[in-house]
């Protein structure tokens, strides 16, 4: 199973018959399904749990990441839910993550952790796969799904929105998105060599900016879009995908 999706706040499912799996790793169990697709094993994630009951800043993102990797994952599209300070990235807009600023401030954000090990360090000048990236926009236009394009993702602690002192602050420093999950997932993913792509969803305008959230407004967009993004995921699983135009698995910088 070298395959996975994680699905972000409204995307539960892949809407294919699956089989529930519990895969125990040192940092807690990790319920995932295990979709068939035309031959095709895809492990499937639900980010914040089938029902929706984990807050952002208490998922536990080392135990997601370990169970893909003990299920032989090495690629991955995850879905984000996210707020929009960029005037040209309306609600109901979907843009592929190129990049991401970290403004959390509690989360562990390595599996380095051991005292007796030699220093590590992990290269993010291409966070995001830049071959999963394309692949997404090109099979995207033959599935009629509009990207609308590429976005800077501020990652912030949650589970508050953030203020509108702060959505200005993220601006200037070149942010065109904001949401709460996207960190320490890519950077997690880097470490253990996993190619990872984001695609977000524009779900609302962020605080200061145009009109006041809307739950249902957020619920209707996601459902609009889920169906056409995680088909063209399958798509592109089911035709191949490779690591010889990334350097994901070849990021890390080690000293000593």
Not at 125 to 138: A, E, H, I, L
């Amino acid at each position: 199973m070298k395959k996975a999706v994680i699905g972000g706040t409204g995307i539960y499912d892949l809407n294919i018959k699956s089989i529930s799996k519990e895969v125990k790793t040192r940092y807690g169990v990790v319920k995932v399904d295990i979709v068939n697709h035309y031959g095709e094993e895809i492990v499937f994630l639900a980010r914040h749990g089938k029902e929706h009951t984990k807050p952002p800043h208490q998922i536990n993102y080392r135990a997601n990441l370990k169970a893909l990797e003990k299920l032989g994952v090495k690629y991955i599209y995850a879905t984000a839910a996210v707020g929009s300070f960029n005037e040209n990235y309306e609600p109901g807009d979907i843009v592929i993550i190129k990049d991401f600023i970290d403004f959390t401030k509690t989360r562990v954000q390595s599996f380095v952790d051991s005292q007796t090990e030699s220093v590590k360090h992990y290269d993010m000048s291409d966070p995001y796969c830049q071959n999963m990236r394309g692949k997404f926009s090109k099979r995207s236009l033959t599935k009629q799904l509009k990207i609308k394009g590429d976005a800077v993702y501020v990652c912030t602690e949650g589970p508050r929105f953030e203020t509108a002192a702060e959505i200005q602050m993220f601006k200037k420093l070149g942010g065109d998105v904001v949401g709460m999950t996207g960190v320490p997932e890519v950077v997690l993913a880097k470490e253990l060599g996993i190619c990872y792509a984001s695609i977000a969803i524009i779900t609302n305008w962020s605080t200061g900016i145009r009109d006041e959230l809307n739950s249902h407004n957020i619920k209707d967009l996601i459902s609009a879009n889920k169906s056409k993004i995680t088909e063209v995921f399958m798509h592109i699983f089911l035709e191949g995908i490779d690591q010889k135009n990334c350097n994901c698995g070849d990021s890390l910088i080690e000293i000593g």
